[in-house]
């Protein structure tokens, strides 16, 4: 199983090394005695002990809380499932709803009028502006050393990280071997997706796209045995975990497998399109249409408890096109 960390930092965090004193200072001067110190891509931050007003912002930070027995007072709801922004496969809940707030767009005063002790923002942009303004309020948690890509941090990498943080660290140990656990009996159980090209698609806005390296989608399919497509990997771009496809292009989505999902539309968008349709890996039975939200929300979700419901529910969609 391929656990290790990608070995190069965002290029825009090493031109703010600078920030790194800003941070720590931010995290050392506060009432609260000193906790764990935690290794991030923007430096060390010393966070305190006992948290007891940690404001979730980065995707899947909340439920990866909640999933360590800590329920966050402000949190982002990355995948609009409303309400207190968990989707179905999260098993916590909160005892008192969290201030729901802006995902890609941080609204500072939104997050100081919560009077954080922690700020989680493990998968995100990693813009250094924005960190330092959030590091200005309390000690803030970025992505983990090794992150390249925004939005790149992995679902393991993601619960450690917040895990060392909040001192739960033998927690986070055993979510992540669960879930190691999980991925090895479904690889066990599907010898022929080893080598296996995959696509992973989606439509969002009109705008056809597909996910890169790095990207909790694709490394789902990659711990699964499978390989990204060098069609859609080749047109990777520096920091980004997408890219987009023209109409022209649509038969870049032929692989192996190709797997989609609608964003914010339903599938029909997808299953009624003749280009997408007429591509081989269609007309073969080989392309998995995710047209339910829960499941697609969880494949997408880069969090423990999403990933446990993916593989548990998406895996045998996946199998059943290679297998025969």
């Known amino acids: 199983m391929r656990k290790a960390l990608l070995s190069t930092l965002v290029p825009a965090v090493a031109a703010v090394a600078a920030l790194t004193l800003s941070a720590c200072s931010s995290s050392d001067s506060g009432s609260e005695a000193d906790g764990p110190t935690v290794s991030t891509i923007f430096g060390d931050v010393t966070v305190p002990e006992n948290p007891q007003r940690v404001v979730a912002l980065g995707w899947s930070d909340a439920e990866t ?32 709803a969290p201030t729901i707030l802006g995902t890609y767009d941080v609204e500072i005063e939104s997050v100081a009028a919560l009077e954080p002790d922690l700020i989680l923002w493990t998968r995100s942009t990693n813009d250094p502006e924005i960190y330092n303004k959030l590091s200005e309020l309390a000690p803030t948690v970025g992505a983990p050393v090794g992150t390249e890509i925004a939005y790149g941090t992995t679902w393991d990498a993601q619960t450690q990280l917040v895990a060392d943080a909040l001192g739960k660290s033998e927690e986070g140990t055993q979510l992540i ?148």
């Open 65 to 96: 809380a909640l999933a360590l027995g800590v329920q966050p007072v402000g949190a982002s709801d990355w995948l609009a499932v409303g309400g207190d922004g968990l989707g179905p496969w999260v098993e916590e809940s909160y005892d008192a």
């Open 177 to 324: 071997d669960e879930t190691n656990a999980d991925f090895e009996a479904a690889v066990a159980a599907n010898p022929e997706f080893a080598g296996k090209t995959v696509a992973v698609g989606t439509v969002y806005s009109g705008q056809l796209g597909a996910y890169v390296d790095g990207d909790a989608r694709v490394e789902f399919m990659k711990e699964l045995g499978f390989v990204n497509s060098e069609a859609i990997q080749s047109q990777a771009t520096e920091g980004k975990f997408s890219i987009d496809l023209s109409a022209e292009n649509v038969a870049q989505l032929d692989a192996d497998l190709t797997v989609m999902f609608p964003i914010g539309g339903t599938a029909d968008i997808i299953t009624a399109d003749p280009s997408i349709q007429g591509l081989p890996v269609a007309r073969d039975g080989r392309l998995v249409v995710l047209d339910d939200t829960n499941l697609s929300g969880a494949f997408s979700s880069g969090s423990a408890s999403g990933t446990q419901y993916a593989i548990e529910n998406a895996v045998p969609l996946f199998a059943s096109p290679l297998q025969g």
